[in-house]
């Protein structure tokens, strides 16, 4: 009918209209993609990791850390390898106590003590044996360690755990010293033996002591691993063989002998994010670049503690392209209310622009929009 066919050419019309009025008046938007120029960066300087710093100074390069300081130890044993005619003593470890009084009693190198079984073995060195001791009204009785050695040779001698008594306290008839001075060991005496007998050889001690250093030096970093969880560390921590000891030595007979290892590693666990911010503002700050962590391999060198001022020290070294700085403010700024043509003019004259890419939207729109809201400039990064 006639007034439907007018209604509908009234609606095209105003629709048409919309459609003219949002080409002429609508803002629009435009989109601003820059890719910085780049050129290699490879850098090194020297920073300090410690849990005294509280954050990230790129003045001075430090950064925050947490001080790992651990201890473990490895015992293993081994065959001995070696043969040989021997006439050997067996040695080992007694503590001595001392329940008779508060006075300190010295005995010289070379003192007896017999075994339970009536074995005689002498010290190796003159020692000072404690006096006691009074703590929450008990006496604690004095004691010391020291190294014996058998009076003869033999693999008699090689006996297990035992007490031990001082006989000449009771050859003088000192009995009362004789009940209180006594020792103990907690290992087996060895070593002991005549005739054709197993030894260690060099070969045999030099095997030993690097299977144990390994696997102590795995421990402890296995240790660390767990408890830093969340943190890096640097990879070449402060690995310290604290002490070795091993029940018989090189050309000293003994079927099997056993070396216990104790190690300590010292280093610093520090967050990636703190490492990341101190080497973007120190490429930033000394060559006016950019870098990009996903593109930067950043690696920290020759640690060293300094003990006195309670830091690690190391050289961080750099190494991925460096962008240049691009002002994305002052871009979108001095983009407003250009046209198409003097966009890409613009931008071929910023300094450390490498290519850019203009989106205007909608379509129609010819000119960038003077609102600085409605103007995005985004930054590319991308290798060469």
């Not at 075994?115 to 703590?135: C, D, M, N, Y």
């Not at 990879?235 to 070795?244: E, P």
């Amino acid at each position: 009918s006639k007034p439907t066919r007018r209604w509908i050419l009234i609606g095209s019309a105003a629709i048409v209209a919309v459609i003219i009025l949002l080409f002429f008046f609508v803002a629009g938007n435009v989109r601003v993609i820059i890719h910085p120029a780049s050129s290699p960066l490879n850098a090194q300087f020297k920073a300090s990791i410690s849990n005294e710093f509280t954050g990230v100074d790129s003045t001075f390069n430090k950064l925050p850390g947490q001080l790992f300081e651990l201890q473990e130890t490895v015992t293993k044993e081994f065959p001995a390898t070696g043969e040989k005619q021997v006439a050997q003593k067996a040695k080992g470890t007694i503590v001595v106590s001392n329940t008779y009084g508060s006075t300190p009693q010295p005995l010289i190198a070379t003192t007896r003590f017999e075994s339970a079984a009536g074995l005689i073995f002498r010290t190796l060195r003159t020692v000072t044996v404690p006096g006691t001791t009074v703590k929450n009204g008990e006496i604690i009785a004095g004691t010391v360690s020291v190294e014996v050695i058998a009076d003869k040779a033999g693999a008699e001698y090689n006996i297990d755990p035992t007490t031990f008594k001082i006989p000449a306290f009771k050859e003088r008839g000192d009995m009362e010293r004789y009940g209180k001075f006594t020792a103990s060991s907690s290992t087996a005496m060895a070593g002991g033996a005549v005739g054709l007998a197993k030894v260690v050889t060099d070969a045999d001690f030099a095997q030993a002591k690097r299977e144990t250093t390994e696997e102590l030096d795995k421990k402890l970093r296995d240790t660390l691993t767990k408890e830093s969880s969340g943190l890096r560390t640097v990879s070449s921590a402060s690995f310290s063989l604290d002490s070795l000891e091993s029940t018989a030595q090189p050309d000293q007979a003994a079927d099997r002998f056993t070396i216990t290892t104790k190690g300590s590693l010292k280093t610093m666990g520090f967050r990636d994010s703190d490492l990341e911010m101190l080497v973007t503002e120190y490429a930033q700050k000394n060559y006016d670049v950019v870098v990009i962590p996903e593109q930067t391999k950043v690696d920290l060198k020759n640690p060293k503690f300094n003990d006195s001022r309670g830091v690690l020290e190391v050289t961080v070294s750099i190494v991925g392209p460096g962008y240049m700085s691009i002002d994305s403010k002052e871009i979108a700024e001095n983009l407003g209310g250009k046209p198409e043509p003097e966009i890409r003019a613009y931008l071929q004259k910023v300094p450390g622009v490498d290519s850019a890419k203009v989106i205007l939207s909608p379509f129609w729109i010819r000119k960038v929009p003077t609102d600085p809201s409605r103007i995005r400039v985004e930054l590319e990064y991308k290798t060469n």
